[in-house]
């Protein structure tokens, strides 16, 4: 963090004085202080969401661009570039000794090894997709995602689920079941995206208290670097590579692929900081709905009778689940205020 100015007292001789009509702003310290920080902190962690799932949204469009490259040597190499881009982030923000502390803090490292593993496999599942002509199949895993969280609060957190909770996950097995008829096997790639992510949001949740966004995405490519450069040297002794056969523009896409990747991840962290699960949950919408509409409008991809059938399932358990989100959100607003200020 970068000192504060001090003011020269000198320099305030020619200010007015404040008009006795205009109100003067909350002391440091104040409710109406704390709670205008409060607000800060949601719009920016709003804002971050919004970027970061928007971004996931047209990713598609970028892995189309990248063919004739494959599903591993694009994960290769946003990992490799990742790892590069947040070498320069930490150097610009000088955060090296919070990096070296990271990284020497077993649970710490720990917790977010995990989390480079769940993103790896979420990557390499969703990019096999893409570049497989199965974009609307990624982008169900994202609309079933919210479900999964939901799973895991009561599985991993213990919680107990509301009626309207409930409704929506046993209606999101109905749903896993239509389309389940509709592609003839399980949509495991959705089912596969679905779980990863919902686990890494979970994992990321749990740890973002104790590590900012950067370096957080620096811990998790740095897990994953080695396996990644491995992978490149690999596919390019096996003669199949692509990052210097297609030409100067080719390789200047997969360069790229660092900062395409590592944005919106550091815009995900931020956002997660700052926000609560339930906003979290609602602004992820997002990024399926516009992979969605780029499978259709863009890749041209066909959605049979009973496959909109599955999805229409899935979008009245999300319908739900929101309806839910929303007013246990104005219930405990509601009682927050309904709580006397203390005196102090």
Known sequence: MGSVPIPDPSSQANVPAPSASAPAPPPAGSPGAAART?????????????????????????????????????????????LLFCALLVTVTRAWPVLVAALRNRAVFGSLALAAFLIAINWLTYTYGVTTNQAVETSLGYFINPLVSVLLGVFVLKEKLRPLQWAAVAVGFV?????????????????????????????????GSRVDAITSLSVETIVLAP???????????????????????????????????????????????????????????????????????????VMPAERWIGFGVVWAALLLLTVDMLRTARKNAAARRRVPVQAG
């Open 38 to 82: 409060a607000d800060k902190d949601t719009t920016a962690g709003i804002l971050f969401g919004i970027g970061a799932y928007g971004l996931w949204g047209l990713l598609p469009l970028y892995f189309f661009v990248l063919k004739p490259a494959g599903a591993v040597e694009i994960v290769a190499n946003r990992v490799v570039w990742s």
């Open 227 to 301: 396996f990644a450069a491995a992978a490149m040297v690999f596919l390019d002794t096996s003669g199949v590579a692509t990052l210097t056969t297609q030409g100067p523009g080719h390789f200047w896409l997969l360069l790229a692929s660092g900062v395409i990747t590592a944005v919106p991840l550091v815009f995900f962290g931020a956002s997660a900081r700052r926000l609560p699960m339930t906003t979290i949950g609602l602004l992820q919408y997002f990024a399926p709905v516009l992979q969605f509409i780029v499978a259709l409008v863009v890749f041209g991809e």
């Open 175 to 207: 749903a896993v079941g239509v389309l389940t008829y509709s592609y003839g096997k399980l949509p495991w790639i959705a089912l596969t995206l679905a779980f990863s992510f919902g686990l890494y949001g979970f994992v990321k949740k749990r740890v």
